[in-house]
């Protein structure tokens, strides 16, 4: 179980339940995170709806935003994350062993594009003081300045989700490693090292 008790609407300062309810509704599927974020109401508030406002507004394509969460997610060995977006990438047309190795196996399926997006994801996540212009020129190549600013923005926003995630242990929702496995990838991808014990064996269970 998380580490903090899941508020309900009713747990919420009357101020903050709108936008729990709206967000709880938006993000149906990460129905664990809202009850838990929930106690910094104003964080909560913030962080779903910029991730709303950048999925809303944003000029890249969902394919390479989807790269880039998975690909952070992977670095930061957030199975939560890890579970949730790799279904995505495999409904966009990737196919499971190319999204299950995303950080940092070189793959034929992807375009020079999106090993690009894969690098800079990487690259901003685990050294971002030590990105070097040869990679923004490569960016530049491919993507407007303000894209390449969305991007690394999406990039930040989802270590943010995975180091929130992680500390805070939340959990799997009930039929999430089923919807993975089903998705043709591979249980050993979501790191299970860095899940607690209880919530692994739980889940790899649900998907038997």
């Known amino acids: 179980m998380a580490r903090v008790p899941n508020l309900g609407v009713g747990d919420i300062d009357p101020e903050y339940r709108g936008d729990f309810e709206r967000l709880s509704d938006r993000f149906a599927a990460f129905s664990n995170q809202g009850p838990v974020?929930?106690?910094?109401?104003?964080?909560?508030?913030?962080i779903f709806d910029m991730s709303l406002a950048l999925r809303e507004t944003g000029t890249l394509s969902r394919r390479l935003i989807e790269i880039a969460v998975v690909a952070t997610s992977h670095a930061n060995r957030c199975a939560y994350c890890v579970a949730h977006h790799s279904p995505?990438?495999?409904?966009?047309?990737?196919?499971?062993?190319?999204?299950?190795?995303?950080?940092?196996?070189?793959?034929?399926?992807?375009?020079?594009?999106?090993?690009?997006?894969?690098?800079?994801?990487?690259?901003?996540?685990?050294?971002?003081?030590?990105?070097?212009?040869?990679?923004?020129?490569?960016?530049?190549?491919?993507?407007s300045n303000a894209q390449i600013v969305e991007l690394t923005m999406r990039i930040a926003l989802t270590g943010m989700f995975n180091k929130l995630n992680q500390a805070l242990a939340i959990e799997m929702e009930e039929?999430?490693?089923?919807?993975?496995?089903?998705?043709?990838?591979?249980?050993?991808?979501?790191?299970?090292?860095?899940?607690?014990a209880e919530q692994s064996t739980a889940a790899i269970s649900a998907a038997e």
């Open 37 to 46: 974020y929930a106690h910094s109401p104003v964080g909560m508030k913030h």
């Open 88 to 143: 995505i990438l495999v409904e966009l047309g990737l196919g499971a062993e190319t999204v299950a190795a995303l950080d940092g196996e070189d793959s034929p399926e992807l375009s020079e594009e999106e090993r690009l997006v894969r690098d800079y994801a990487l690259c901003v996540t685990e050294r971002a003081w030590g990105i070097r212009d040869a990679m923004f020129d490569q960016l530049r190549r491919h993507f």
């Open 175 to 196: 039929d999430l490693m089923a919807e993975f496995v089903a998705s043709g990838l591979p249980a050993s991808s979501l790191h299970e090292d860095s899940v607690p």
